[in-house]
């Protein structure tokens, strides 16, 4: 089993689409969450942090639910500049060191 | 933030050789990163460069065939050695540490083996 499993997509979703990705983790005792994104051919740029209660980033929010080891994230209304991959990302270490990557979930978003 | 430069961007390299890839930051960080992102697929952690030390690699890696370097806070070299078709992939260099609050990503040596 991956230590991080997502659904790889494609998400083909029209401008203005509200849409989710999920990703499980196997290891109870990690302890940073992150979304990153990358877009084709460059590097990974976090997105954003995931707390313990949900945070929100204008039109991004995240999710966390530890019991489930379950992290989602939520576009809504969504923009053509979105189209990327979508990296689920935990650290069984704390901090932002030694993270471990999920295979991404790619996001196309169409006029 | 931190702006990282690797150096070459790409290259495509007759297998059996070696290709040393160069990282460098703009400031001082604490932590520096090696990771590979093969065709399709997400990052793995290859190693952490420890300044001063050797670096200390993930399961599956090994220092014969992924040599790192990392003289001071600035910089780090991977060499990929003995290369066989099956390195093809891209390698990135990460850095934290140095009061930033996240882990930034150097834009990535993308190389061929033939």
């Known amino acids: 089993r991956k230590e991080v499993e997502q659904d790889p997509g494609p998400f083909n979703v029209p401008e203005g689409a509200t849409v989710a990705f999920n990703c499980t983790y196997s290891?109870?005792?990690?302890?940073?969450f992150f979304w990153y994104r990358q877009d084709c051919r460059k590097e990974p740029k976090l997105l954003m942090s995931v707390y313990s209660s949900g945070n929100e980033d204008g039109r991004f929010t995240a999710q966390l639910n530890r019991a489930s080891q379950y992290i989602s994230l939520l576009i809504r209304d969504s923009k053509l500049s979105d189209s990327a991959t979508y990296l689920c990302?935990?650290?069984?270490?704390?901090?932002?060191?030694?993270?471990?990557f999920g295979a991404g979930t790619r996001l196309a978003v169409h006029p | 933030s931190a702006v990282i430069s690797q150096k070459p961007s790409r290259d495509i390299c007759q297998r059996g050789t070696s290709l040393t890839i160069q990282c460098q930051v703009d400031?001082?960080?604490?932590?520096m990163f090696w990771y590979r992102q093969q065709p399709g697929q997400s990052l793995t952690l290859i190693a952490t460069?420890?300044?001063?030390?050797?670096?200390?690699?993930e399961s599956g890696f090994v220092i014969d065939k992924f040599p790192i370097s990392r003289p001071n806070l600035t910089f780090s070299t991977l060499t990929v050695s003995n290369m066989s078709p099956e390195d093809s992939s891209i390698y990135l260099c990460?850095?934290?540490?140095?009061?930033?609050?996240?882990?930034?990503f150097g834009p990535g040596t993308r190389l061929t083996v033939l």
């Open positions: 460069a420890n300044q001063g030390s050797e670096a200390t690699y």
């Open positions: 400031s001082q960080v604490t932590m």
């Open positions: 290891n109870s005792a990690s302890q940073s």
């Open positions: 990302v935990v650290n069984n270490a704390g901090g932002y060191n030694k993270l471990i």
């Open positions: 990460s850095v934290v540490g140095g009061g930033l609050t996240e882990q930034f």
